[in-house]
């Protein structure tokens, strides 16, 4: 604001200009538009970049792949492709109830036969709290065999 207490114009106003036809167009300027900054577009709303899987096997993979990447687990997707159709043949409601976990109490569930007490120990945060759930079980049980084995792709048995 100007010493005089008014507010100072723009050089460059908004014009209401008649083209040829009769038309009325308003022209809006872009104040203050005359740094680097203002071909800058301005940021997208996170929830606008969010990326969306498929429901399926395949996007339950890639979609785990992209929160183990956020976390520093390690781990590819054949890797985990390999093991889930060892464990479960992509069933997300695969129950195991005739193992030594069973007997003992606990079977393995999902995708990767994950038991309770080791999908509690390394559940990943940002993911679901429920071993039935796709992303959840194998991020999980893709932590697990980091810790364990260095990465699920160094599981070629049960684990």
């Excluded at 022209?27 to 203050?32: D, E, Q």
């Excluded at 606008?48 to 590819?76: K, V």
């Excluded at 071993?131 to 065999?145: E, G, K, Q, R």
């Amino acid at each position: 604001m100007p010493a005089n207490g008014q507010p100072r114009r723009s050089r460059i106003a908004r014009k209401l200009a008649v083209a040829g036809t009769g038309v009325a167009v308003l022209a809006l300027p872009l104040i203050g538009a005359t740094g680097a900054s203002a071909a800058t577009p301005a940021a997208v709303p996170a929830a606008a970049t969010a990326t969306t899987y498929p429901n399926n096997l395949d996007g339950w993979i890639r979609e785990s792949l992209a929160i183990m990447a956020q976390h520093g687990i390690p781990g590819t997707y054949d890797g985990i492709y390999r093991n889930i159709m060892r464990e479960s043949s992509g069933n997300p409601y695969a129950i195991n109830n005739w193992d030594s976990n069973a007997a003992a109490g606990t079977p393995s569930k999902g995708l990767l036969q994950v038991i309770d007490p080791t999908f509690a120990a390394y559940h990943v945060p940002g993911t679901v709290y429920d071993p039935y759930n796709p992303v959840s079980n194998i991020t999980a049980a893709c932590n697990y065999a980091a810790d364990r084995y260095g990465s699920i792709d160094n599981v070629f048995g049960p684990y």
